[in-house]
């Protein structure tokens, strides 16, 4: 049995960095830190001592010039203290097969990157991006997430249907055609779909659908599928009280079931 170390990035921003740690812990991790940005920079914090790299959400640079566009910069240019660039290091931890899971501005920060979707096997080259909610307006509110079983995403395996929280202002996907939304569906890079909570099936309807992403889109993976974005937020959804309904009964899966599915996956690896 492998061990089990994740690394939960945070700084310039993000706020959600204790609460995805916990997530990763309740689902059997032998360890979670919670690391600045810039101790990757000075070295004093090396990626490869792990195998599960976490991006939380949060108001990332406070969401000035686009979500997550500044900390992407960082690690397109950025440095380590032996003068290697970060790019290379993150690369590496993908070919080596490790997982990576961005939530809110981290799947916004993984689409600016490039290393999402990766089509092609065209890494750190923007392919698709996020912009402002359809709504105009920041959605603070539940929904209803179905999951692609044939998506080869290790986050999201034996996933039916999923409740969890969105808080954001910019999760609508675009991309630069409508060739390139179609790929992503007819290669199943799709993993996640905002449902309509009646019928269990996708939906662009609001507010189930909350910003207006084509294709009801909430997550996606690369063709590997070690790489998971979305828009909500699963680790807030770590306890069933977390559930506006939980008093009345009601019995749902909680979103810690997809890092457990990435502690499994990584731990049999």
């Excluded at 490039?114 to 912009?131: A, N």
Aim: hydrophobic letters at 35%.
């Amino acid at each position: 049995m492998n061990k089990v170390n994740a690394l939960v990035l945070t700084g310039y921003g993000t706020n959600s960095h204790n609460e995805t740690a916990h997530a990763i812990r309740l689902a059997g991790a032998d360890s979670a830190d919670i690391v600045h940005f810039s101790d990757i920079v000075s070295g004093s914090v090396k990626l490869n001592d792990y195998q599960l790299l976490l991006f939380p959400g949060g108001f990332l640079d406070g969401d000035d010039l686009g979500s997550a566009h500044a900390a992407a910069q960082r690690w397109l240019h950025l440095t380590d203290d032996e003068e290697k660039p970060l790019l290379e290091h993150l690369n590496k931890f993908i070919d080596d097969g490790k997982l990576i899971m961005g939530i809110c501005n981290g799947f916004q920060l993984l689409v600016k990157l490039g290393i999402l979707p990766s089509m092609d096997g065209k890494r750190f080259e923007r392919q698709v991006s996020l912009t402002h909610n359809l709504s105009a307006r920041y959605e603070d509110r539940w929904v209803e997430l179905k999951a692609n079983p044939k998506s080869p995403c290790i986050f999201t395996k034996n996933i039916d249907m999923l409740a969890v929280p969105v808080r954001h202002g910019e999760g609508r996907l675009v991309t630069p055609d409508e060739a390139t939304l179609q790929r992503l569906e007819d290669e199943n890079l799709i993993c996640l779909q905002y449902a309509d909570p009646n019928t269990g099936q996708a939906t662009q309807e609001y507010p189930f659908n909350p910003n207006g992403s084509p294709k009801a889109i909430a997550g996606l993976t690369d063709p590997t599928g070690h790489v998971l974005g979305l828009m909500p937020h699963p680790e807030a959804f770590n306890h069933p009280t977390n559930h506006p309904n939980w008093a009345r009964g009601e019995v749902k899966t909680l979103g810690t079931i997809i890092f457990e599915n990435a502690v499994n996956f990584l731990r049999n690896k």
